[in-house]
């Protein structure tokens, strides 16, 4: 607990601690409840956020679960680095379900266009690698101040054979009590942090003085401009000759595939300048930079009925 | 950053205004980012309406927002200098009881909604009554719509009597009127000009002041077990032997060198530490996530309780509890068999009998009743094929309170309060 908490009255706990031992509380839950767990781990900072929340729930023992990458191939190679990095650190092991891999064996089809993105085939390499391991919880990092569609998402999200998402046939979820019952091929989407919020995710990552990748961190880099997003200059994304590249001072206020997420203008080189930016900002953090979630009002929502995170 | 957290409910019949004063509390606070305000605005535009629906910002489905109604729970975070804020949104349709029972179970505080032109109606009521059967320690009820009473005192008046006289047969710890205009912003944020006669805070300053720190049970130490860390390490001395017993605090204050009690054995023993990954702590309360070690060798596992030796939860099996049904697709009748999910302990149960159902909007007791439906609550008594460590929900929510499962669907179809157990 941070001594900062000596503030509030005695037998109180700050917002983050009341979180994290939420967070600690629901990742036991799983590795008590259910078989075959798996941490969603893509080096972005929700999930490195997670990552560190399941090894202080285990501590001093070791996280007695893999953690799984969904690789599109089009990642940020700092991103796959710290990756690597990480998890050695952690001593869990890897398992990456890779989307090349699909396309190369022709089950799924790369998109074209001028916003071709792979970030939609996630959804069939997760849902296949959730079928090949026999995984029966799956955690994931989204929050429910993310998008409208997921404020109504339970913590402990059922899926069908099929990997689907009904939103109108969800479990009540009462007091600190979760139904974790599943039938073989069913699993459920587990969300430790879903009472975060953005501001809670960065306070708590400059309260643990957790590492992120570079990225997150104001950084020169080659980028240009469409609809209103600075997409990195990069091998995978379709640039017409109309746009133009120029260089400018950027950081990442979510990590994704370097087709969709969009970088945003800053300075901020310290944890404190990027929470000082990020409480000042009037726009949500998908919607200033991610593509994937422009298509239309309820594209959030559709994706998460197929299946997506 | 060092504020806490309280969280709350809200409710009321559909139009009165319950969208609108949650948009407003999102908005006044800042924490409506510009993107969602165009998008709502757009949407409003397509609508033909001629006002920004606030409204819409808490629609979150495309059902729910092509319907134009909210259909389901939902979460929504603000933060003020002095607090974080989520609010359940429970909807006001079909449902009802199961959405504001889902929401109302992890409320520090509930704010009913009324329409002061309407008055109390049966719903607000209701609402009330569930809000005090979850046992949501304070209770607010917002008279809205005050504009259009012309900000009279004297409505205000007559509402607050009438329901301070039915508020005398619910258990109702704490209980605060405020008057307001969700549309026009009154005593939501500042205290009202329009309504100088009122002398209470505003709604907001309400929520960011309520003392809730004393609501959860300090009392009785209650420490459900839930997962047992044992790291295995053959060639590291510190951890060859280590034993921990991981959960969240439910009751009480733990403190190292506690004598303990384990249930099921009866056996006692001495708290060594209280481990955190940060490190030993002096105190655990609820509702932290800590790991004990215990001085004595016990065999103990996931689903059993560690407590005072002088101060023990009923080991029961047979118990009576208030039952909100929550499945659309099964009936409860005596002798159903079901799955139940109590603290870290899951057994087998069956419903022995239904002693009777309660009118929410009367509270009538129909003693004459042979099965619940969906969204209906009722009193029954249990038999679980193993003991639980349950408390009175009255005395302690966390090991009061249970979920029923159905083992043919794996759904969860109710919602259970202990009463009363042996
Ligand atoms: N005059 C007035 N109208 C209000 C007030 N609060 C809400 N309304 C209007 O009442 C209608 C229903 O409000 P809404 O928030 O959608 O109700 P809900 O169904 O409870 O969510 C809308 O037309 C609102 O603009 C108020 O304080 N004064």
Not at chain 1, 199 to 208: M, N, P, S, V
Not at chain 1, 291 to 307: F, L, P
Not at chain 2, 232 to 246: I, M, Q, T, V
Not at chain 2, 338 to 366: C, E, F, G, P, S
Request: aromatic letters at 8%; proline letters at 4%; glycine letters at 6%.
């Amino acid at each position: 607990m941070s001594q900062s908490s000596q503030a509030l009255g005695r037998y109180q706990l700050s917002q983050l601690d009341s979180l994290e031992a939420e967070g600690i509380y629901i990742m036991r839950e799983v590795a008590a409840e259910f078989e075959r767990p798996v941490l969603l781990f893509s080096g972005g900072k929700d999930s490195v956020v997670m990552l560190h929340l399941a090894q202080k729930a285990f501590a001093p023992g070791p996280i007695p679960f893999p953690v799984m990458h969904v690789d599109t191939g089009h990642n940020f190679p700092e991103v796959i680095e710290f990756r690597d990095r990480r998890v050695a650190e952690a001593g869990v092991r890897l398992i990456v379900a890779s989307v090349q891999e699909q396309i190369d064996a022709g089950k799924v089809t790369e998109p074209t266009g001028r916003w071709a993105s792979r970030n939609r085939l996630q959804t069939a390499a997760l849902l296949e690698a959730i079928e090949e391991h026999n995984i029966t919880a799956a955690f994931g990092g989204a929050r429910r101040d993310e998008e409208k569609a997921r404020a109504k998402e339970r913590v402990f999200s059922f899926r069908d054979e099929f990997g689907q998402w009904d939103p109108k046939s969800q479990r009540p979820e009462l007091w600190n009590i979760f139904n974790t019952r599943i039938n073989p091929g069913e699993h459920i989407r587990v969300f430790p942090l879903s009472n975060w919020t953005e501001l809670d995710i960065w306070g708590y990552i400059a309260r643990e003085k957790i590492e992120l990748p570079d990225i997150y961190f104001a950084h020169s880099r080659q980028v240009f401009e469409r609809d209103g997003i600075l997409l990195a200059d990069n091998p995978y994304v379709n640039r017409d000759d109309s746009e133009e590249v120029f260089e400018a001072t950027v950081r990442y206020r979510t990590v994704g595939d370097m087709t969709c997420t969009g970088a945003v203008r800053s300075t901020a080189t310290e944890i404190e300048d990027v929470i000082t930016e990020i409480a000042a900002t009037r726009i949500t953090e998908r919607g200033q930079t991610r593509a994937d979630d422009r298509t239309s009002e309820a594209a959030m929502e559709d994706r998460k009925r197929e299946g997506y995170f | 950053m060092s504020t806490d957290i309280l969280r709350f409910a809200t409710a009321g019949s559909v139009d009165d205004g319950k969208s609108t004063l949650i948009g407003r509390l999102l908005y006044d606070s800042k924490s409506i980012f510009e993107d969602q305000l165009d998008s709502v605005e757009r949407t409003s535009r397509t609508r033909g309406e001629e006002q920004t629906n606030l409204a819409l910002l808490t629609d979150g489905l495309r059902a729910e927002r092509e319907q134009g109604i909210t259909i389901d729970v939902a979460y929504r975070y603000f933060a003020t200098p002095r607090r974080t804020f989520i609010i359940a949104d429970t909807p006001g349709h079909i449902q009802y009881t199961r959405n504001m029972v889902t929401g109302a179970s992890n409320s520090d505080l509930a704010v009913v909604l009324v329409d002061a032109r309407k008055g109390l109606q049966e719903q607000s009521r209701r609402h009330a009554f569930l809000a005090t059967l979850l046992q949501v320690p304070h209770l607010v009820l917002a008279i809205n719509k005050m504009d259009l009473v012309d900000y009279s005192q004297q409505r205000f008046e007559e509402i607050k009597e009438e329901f301070s006289a039915f508020a005398t047969k619910l258990d109702v710890t704490d209980l605060t009127f405020i008057p307001i205009s969700a549309l026009h912003g009154d005593n939501v944020v500042d205290r009202s000009l329009n309504m100088p006669w009122y002398e209470g805070p505003s709604l907001l300053h309400h929520l960011e002041h309520v003392h809730i720190a004393s609501d959860r049970n300090l009392k009785d130490v209650r420490f459900p077990v839930q997962y047992v860390i044992r790291p295995h390490k053959a060639d590291d001395p510190e951890l060859h032997d280590f034993r921990g017993y991981a959960g969240q605090v439910a009751g009480g204050v733990l403190k190292p060198g506690d004598e303990v009690m384990h249930l099921p054995s009866g056996l006692t023993t001495h708290i060594d530490a209280i481990i955190t990954a940060d490190g030993d702590v002096q105190e655990a309360f609820s509702p932290m996530s800590v790991t004990l070690r215990l001085a004595d060798d016990i065999d103990i596992s996931r689903g059993d309780m560690i407590c005072r030796p002088n101060n023990k939860p009923h080991a029961a099996q047979d118990i009576d509890a208030m039952l909100c049904w929550m499945s659309e697709g099964r009936k409860l009748t005596p002798r159903s068999k079901l799955v139940i999910k109590h603290t870290t302990r899951t057994a087998k149960v069956m419903v022995r009998d239904i002693l009777y159902r309660l009118d929410v909007n009367t509270l009538h007791r129909d003693e004459d009743v042979s099965e619940l439906v969906l969204n209906e609550i009722g009193r029954v008594n249990l038999r679980v094929t193993q003991p639980l460590f349950v408390d009175e929900y009255q005395r302690n929510r966390l090991t009061g309170g249970f979920i029923l499962i159905d083992e043919g669907t794996n759904t969860t179809v109710a919602a259970g309060m202990v009463t009363q157990a042996n």
